[in-house]
Structure formats: structure tokens, C-alpha cells
């Protein structure tokens, strides 16, 4: 039986595509555009947390900036500012930074002391004890400031028991310092040291105190093992009960969750 002709077009012949013909277009068509789609960056609001501070302060530690993100973000996960300091940098380094999160702006960077018994030029001791003199480590919350015998100051809430819960009765305040000034490393060669308290620069002390407080967190770091394996904020886990564990075979968070170990990674 005959069948019929092709159409013509134009003097030759007007095929009519295949499906399979035009799935092959199609995925021809899909692996051009995958290189430039992949290649789109993303917008600054898809970032996460950790991704978002290193953007804002290119110099600092990505591991410190990575653990102060989990920190707040077991603590607060609304949080508008985030004061971060890096004590296992010298003195005589910029390692304070002030992050704006709300609005994902880089408030301060600026030079920070560290206490008389924590150490010279560089840290190395820390503590939570009444006249010790030292620093103290982990995630603090602000409160109110109030002018005192060392000016402009903010009062800190220390949250993490044993490490810094006695920040206030120790009086560990923020407040503005002569002595922590670029013309005091040039004449002495260090930076000067407070009796535990993060002191900044004076010029920058009152903008910087207003930008923290009330309820904002401040976290400070020293790759202390002891407190790193076991900050309820750097190993913030969910609460699982006993018979969910059971059921699901998760014995291990449960006993990870009751006495706060972890692991720093």
C-alpha cells in the first residue's frame, strides 16, 4: 500500500522530528547551560553562618570564626552581634572582631588585652577564678554598661560553668585602655594587659560597647583541649530522651548529651 510523501518545504523535504531526536536536543541544550548555572554565585543570604563571617573578615581564623558560629547558634540562633576574640593570636594583633549579623557588616576589628596572669605578648593560661588576673574563655553574654573606675565599661555574663560562669563577680568587664594602643606596643613592644578584663582601645570604646550591648555574645577562643571538648555550646547537640535512643540505636548521643563530651573539629 502506498504511503504518503513527505511534505516539501521550499523544495525539500519537511521532516517531522522524533521524540527521541528531541529529548536529545533537549539534554544537548541542559549541558551548555550546567557549566554557567554552576558557576552563578550564590546570593550572600543562602550563605552559612560560618561562610558569612570568614566573608566579612577575610583575616581572621576560619576554625575560630567556624566554632563562634556554632557557639551562637546553639545559644541564640537569632542573635543581632557577635564580639569574637582570638587569643592564640599576639597581642599585638587586631584579633577582635564585631560582626553586625543581622544585617551581615563587619562593625570593628581592632586590638584587644588579654589579663596580667594569662601571659605576655602571647596568652597561655586562662581562668575562672577570683583574682587570678586571667582571661577567661568561651561564650559570654552582655548586659548593660555603666561607667566605672575604668570609664565606659559592659558588664559580661559568662554562660559556660566552670570555664567563665563567674565573669561578673570577677568583674570581667569590656572597657577602653590607654595602654591598648599601637604607640604602647611601639614603647614597650607588647601590648599592655588588664587584671582579666577584654580592654580595647579607648578611642573605640564607647561605639563598640553601644554596638554590644544588651543581650548580644561575645566569644573568645584559645585552642584549650579541656574546654573544647567540653563547651555544651561547641558540642550542642539535640535532646534526645533514653527510649528515643533506644529505639533508634542512638545510646552514644545520649551519653554524649548527659555529660557534654565532644570533639573539636
Same mark, same amino acid.
Given at each position: ?95 577582635? @572582631?564585631?560582626?553586625?549579623? $543581622?544585617?551581615?557588616?563587619? %562593625?570593628? +576589628? ?7 596572669? =594569662? /601571659? ?106 579541656? @574546654?573544647?571538648?567540653?563547651? $555544651?555550646?561547641?558540642?550542642? %547537640?539535640? +535532646? ?7 529505639? =533508634? /540505636? ?16
Amino acid at each position: 500500500m502506498p504511503t504518503c510523501p513527505p511534505r516539501k518545504r521550499n523544495g525539500r523535504h519537511a521532516l517531522t522530528p522524533s521524540p527521541l531526536r528531541v529529548g536529545v536536543l533537549v539534554l544537548a541544550v541542559l549541558a551548555m547551560a550546567a557549566p554557567a548555572l554552576a558557576s552563578t554565585p550564590s546570593e550572600p543570604g543562602d550563605e552559612s553562618l560560618p561562610d558569612t563571617l570568614e566573608r566579612l573578615a577575610p583575616g581572621a581564623s576560619p576554625k575560630v570564626l567556624k566554632l563562634a558560629a556554632r557557639a551562637i547558634q546553639c545559644a541564640n540562633s537569632g542573635a543581632e552581634r557577635l564580639a569574637v576574640i582570638d587569643f592564640s593570636r599576639s597581642a599585638n594583633e587586631e584579633r577582635l @572582631w564585631v560582626f553586625d549579623l $543581622a544585617h551581615e557588616r563587619l %562593625l570593628f +576589628k581592632e586590638l584587644v588585652a588579654h589579663g596580667q596572669g =594569662t /601571659g605576655q605578648e602571647y596568652a597561655r593560661h586562662f581562668s575562672n577564678t577570683p583574682d587570678s588576673h586571667q582571661s577567661s574563655l568561651g561564650l559570654f553574654r552582655t548586659q548593660q554598661s555603666y561607667t566605672g573606675i575604668n570609664g565606659y565599661s559592659l558588664r559580661l555574663e559568662g554562660l559556660e560553668p566552670g570555664i567563665n560562669d563567674l565573669a561578673y563577680e570577677r568583674a570581667i568587664v569590656m572597657h577602653g585602655a590607654d595602654y591598648v594602643s599601637e604607640d604602647f606596643i611601639a614603647a614597650n613592644g607588647r601590648l599592655g594587659r588588664s587584671w582579666g578584663c577584654p580592654a580595647v582601645p579607648s578611642e573605640v570604646a564607647k561605639p563598640l560597647i553601644d554596638s554590644l550591648e544588651g543581650h548580644q555574645y561575645l566569644f573568645a577562643y584559645y585552642p584549650d583541649q579541656h @574546654w573544647l571538648q567540653n563547651s $555544651a555550646y561547641l558540642n550542642c %547537640l539535640p +535532646k534526645v530522651t533514653l527510649n528515643e535512643a533506644i529505639d =533508634t /540505636g542512638e545510646q552514644a548521643m545520649v551519653n554524649r548529651n548527659t555529660d557534654y563530651q565532644g570533639r573539636d573539629s
